[in-house]
């Protein structure tokens, strides 16, 4: 897929996530479509980078931070700076579809069919640690759709994060990523209003979305009440955009 890159936002803070990115990003491999992995963190230890497949599809950023909030907003926008592809999509570093999903949003997408696509019907489903661990060893979807009835679910059944696919001039036109996000909260539901407020055509996959485990941290979280009121008005304010 030569129009389509995916940008991987990545702050490493377990070996979990490690080892999700890496499962992610060999599957992505896969795709054959360009990717960029950001990375932002207050040193850069050069781990992941030296994990990383060596395939000249892929591109490794490191942007030193030494802000303990995941400022992920932001750093999209950053890794947007050099895409090159007619299409591009914003991918979680813990997130799996079967790649049938991602041919299909492409399918529609091409055809002028709609804007943007989410490679999944709207159902998030969170593998344990043991389902897990059995991706981590064999790298075969088929295992989670076999287990998919012992996961739980996240979110309600129309959860627009985890991932999406879009037309690069669209999404500029939208605004690009809302930087007043800082740190984990509802960007996703701000860039669904704000594309339905253009009068976006938006597109679902059939099929589920599949999120590895991992510990959460400050950044997996609200971090007050603070926050959340900030996040709720700008939510509101998005609405009239």
């Not at 591109?59 to 992920?72: A, G, L």
């Not at 059944?157 to 696919?165: E, L, Q, T």
């Not at 996959?205 to 700008?234: T, V």
Request: hydrophobic share 40%; charged share 20%; proline share 2%.
């Amino acid at each position: 897929m030569r129009d389509l890159t995916f940008i991987i936002p990545i702050r490493v803070d377990t070996v979990n996530r490690l080892e999700n990115i890496i499962a992610i990003i060999k599957f992505l491999c896969s795709i054959k479509a360009f990717i960029i992995v950001v990375e932002s963190n207050t040193i850069q230890n050069n781990i992941l980078r030296r994990l990383l497949p060596r395939n000249d599809r892929i591109q490794y950023m490191f942007i030193e931070d030494d802000d303990v909030v995941f400022h992920r907003t932001k750093i999209i926008n950053i890794a947007l700076g050099v895409v090159n592809t007619e299409f591009v999509s914003v991918w979680d570093a813990d997130v799996l579809v079967d790649k049938i999903q991602i041919a299909e949003s492409m399918n529609v997408l091409r055809e002028g069919k709609a804007d943007l696509s989410f490679p999944y019907n709207g159902i998030f489903l969170n593998t344990d640690i043991i389902i897990r661990n059995l991706y981590l060893v064999n790298h075969n979807i088929k295992k989670l759709h076999r287990f998919k009835n012992y996961m739980s679910q996240l979110y309600d059944d129309n959860f627009v994060g985890g991932a999406f696919i879009i037309n690069m001039e669209k999404y500029r036109l939208s605004g690009f990523e809302n930087e007043n996000f800082y740190g984990w909260g509802p960007e996703d539901l701000d860039r669904v209003l704000r594309w339905q407020n253009l009068g976006y055509i938006i597109h679902r996959s059939q099929g589920p979305m599949y999120h590895l485990c991992h510990p959460r941290d400050i950044n997996g979280c609200m971090r007050s009440e603070i926050q959340n009121k900030l996040c709720n008005q700008q939510l509101a304010y998005s609405q009239y955009l």
